[in-house]
């Protein structure tokens, strides 16, 4: 369940962050998302390297030209599905909540209402 919903909110967060809207994250962009995550004090910078190297071997292998100082869309995902900031914030504020479970006592008497 989990998974499911870090695979979806990895896109709503990476549009939310590409402010200006070329389909890059530039730094000041990446930081600005992050910043809002309450990130420990090294994992910025570890989100960033990790997703910043793939970006370069994406780009790489398929001759596309990925602006200098950037991440695209596939990098920032496939750095983040790791990135325990990126999956701690998505559990806290973007995971809808488990559904309670009733006991039989609990479902009868809410029946009964």
Request: net charge negative; proline share 4%; no cysteine.
């Amino acid at each position: 369940r989990m998974e499911d919903v870090l695979e979806g909110e990895l896109s709503v967060l990476y549009r939310e962050a590409d402010t200006n809207g070329d389909g890059f994250l530039m730094r000041d962009e990446f930081d600005a998302m992050l910043g809002k995550m309450e990130p420990e004090e090294d994992e910025v910078e570890q989100l960033w390297w990790l997703a910043h190297r793939n970006a370069k071997a994406s780009a790489e292998q398929s001759a596309e030209e990925i602006p200098a100082d950037t991440i695209d869309h596939a990098a920032f995902t496939a750095a983040s599905r790791r990135a325990s900031v990126v999956r701690r914030h998505v559990r806290l504020h973007r995971t809808p909540p488990a559904p309670e479970k009733m006991d039989a006592d609990s479902k009868e008497a809410q029946d009964k209402m």
